[in-house]
């Protein structure tokens, strides 16, 4: 490993920063030079004050990174270009109000979404009635719908886990050298939205558990391995994680409400950390003493 620090669009790069980006590159290989920037970016916290990844300094940094030899960038491919004019469609739904208890909605069932119009109507959905809004992730992940028949209650989504953090970290017992090689055991939940004009009793524990009880088995279809811990973070300012408590996720602690941009640190809300295991050793699998399953793709 190269251990000179790097400068570039007045960042100072740490020779670990440069293993991360080694890392989601590796870890990534499919991805595009604009997908892998957008990663690094968000893996990094490289932002402009806005908020908005700096890509196009990124991409510059990338091909220096590929020109020394550091990291093999993808093949530039000429025929995509990157579309900046994109919005997310504004669909309109049905608000009509659906409440009650549960058990007048069962069976609830979480449908995989399908491209098309389906990841349309998920999209929209999350970008209208979500706080986060929908915005683009990288790297593995499934979206679900929450239903009731053919009646959609609400959405979910399962992405990368974060790449540090330190309650995480101490309490499975990583090494940084364990994070690195086996952090795609973890899954974010990153999107949870119950609609607006819902109000079904016990609906948002009832799908978490849903999610918990097949995310293994559908994480397996699709990428050929399991997760074997579930991760996620509840904004302390707006919300308790009662429902996530009431789904028997387990409390870590929380964030330190500080991030990085630029070499500097800013505030960030301060979150709660709930993680939840999905099988009895995780851990051990986590740190390398037991295998996790994995099959081959046909």
Known sequence: MDNAIKVF??????????????????????LSRTELASTVCEILDWNTPSGQPK???????????????????????????????????????????????IRE???????IV???????????????????GDKQVYGSQLRYFIKSG??????????????????????????????????????????????PWVHVRNLASRSLSLAARRIQEDWLKEFCYEPVLLETFVDTEKFLGISYKAANWIYLGSTKGIGRYGGKKRNLSVKSIFMYPLQDDFK???????PYKVVMPE
């Open 9 to 30: 669009s007045g960042r100072t790069f740490s020779p670990e920063d440069i293993e991360m980006i080694k890392w989601a590159r590796k870890r990534y290989p499919s």
């Open 55 to 101: 890509r196009l300094q990124c991409m510059n940094f990338l091909s220096i990174l590929d020109a020394e030899g550091i990291l093999q960038l993808p093949p530039i491919k000429e025929t995509r270009k990157y579309n900046r004019g994109v919005k997310i469609p504004q669909l309109e739904f049905n608000t009509d109000e659906i409440s009650g208890d």
């Open 150 to 195: 053919d009646t959609e209650l609400g959405c979910m989504q399962f992405s990368a886990a974060s790449w540090s953090l330190e309650e995480r970290e101490k309490w499975i017992g990583w090494t940084r050298e364990d994070r690195k090689q086996r952090l795609h055991l973890i899954v974010n939940n990153s999107r949870f939205l119950l609609f």
């Open 114 to 132: 399908k491209p098309g119009d389906e990841m349309k109507r998920w999209r929209s959905y999350v970008d209208q009635y979500h706080m986060l």
């Open 284 to 290: 051990a699998c986590l740190k390398g003493d037991k």
């Open 105 to 111: 909605y069962e069976p609830i069932k979480l449908v």
